[in-house]
């Protein structure tokens, strides 16, 4: 079964830094660009960054040069390197497989949430 | 405010067809890029229901289908069931945004 499962998510004060993970089973990983997208509690689902299976990464204007994707074939795991926390990027992360040619999502974990406050 | 534009709410009695619809611009749906549904159930992440414009992925219920025509897309749902409440979204892709995979805003759909 395909699987992926968010962690990292936590309280973290404005301008802080957060490193949320991505654990992926049940597929060739290697074989597959993987993105992240967020969700604001009520709100509508934002896409956040992409990163193809050899590396190449694509950015929100709304998080470039503050958020890094980044991935490890070999741990079969995706990160997402958060600095400069704003309250704005408070939200639940979700992790998604990505059909990186079809530009869609295929297979989505459950999410960890980010809150950012003082 | 979203890319894609939907409406905020619909509803409909069980056994009904809805009709959820998606407006892009020039530099996504009108450019020719396809457009996929979402499905996301209260509290759950969300769900692939819809794929290039009309493909449903397995396990998916024939119920659901896809279209698109010009800057928008729609997707219907018939014989609306109470299980079918939920929250709507469509996504594209936008030439105009670096790596840009775009959503609607979403639409909450209603079972009376």
């Known amino acids: 079964e395909v699987q992926l499962w968010e962690s990292g998510g936590g309280l973290v004060q404005p301008g802080g830094s957060l490193r949320l993970s991505c654990a992926a089973s049940?597929?060739?990983?290697?074989?597959?660009?993987m993105s992240w997208v967020r969700q604001v509690p009520g709100k509508g689902l934002e896409w956040v960054s992409i990163i193809s299976g050899s590396g190449e990464t694509y950015y929100a204007d709304s998080v470039k040069g503050r958020f890094t994707i980044s991935r490890d074939n070999s741990r079969k795991t995706l990160y997402l390197q958060m600095n400069s926390l704003r309250a704005e990027d408070t939200a639940l992360y979700y992790c998604?497989?990505?059909?990186?040619?079809?530009?869609?999502?295929?297979?989505w974990g459950k999410g960890t949430t980010v809150t950012v406050s003082s | 405010q979203s890319v894609l534009t939907q409406s905020p709410s619909m509803s409909g009695a069980p056994g009904q067809r809805v009709t959820i619809s998606c407006t892009g611009d020039s530099s996504n749906i009108g450019a020719g890029h396809d457009v996929q549904w979402y499905q996301q159930l209260p509290g759950k992440a969300p769900k692939l229901l819809i794929h290039g414009n009309t493909n449903r992925p397995s396990g998916v219920p024939d119920r659901f289908s896809g279209s698109k025509s010009g800057t928008s897309a729609s997707l219907a749902i018939t014989g609306l069931q109470a299980e079918d409440e939920a929250d709507y979204y469509c996504q594209s892709y936008d030439s105009s945004l670096s790596g840009s995979r775009v959503f609607g805003g979403g639409t909450k759909l209603i079972v009376l």
């Open positions: 998604a497989r990505d059909q990186i040619f079809y530009y869609y999502m295929d297979v």
């Open positions: 049940g597929f060739t990983f290697s074989g597959y660009a």
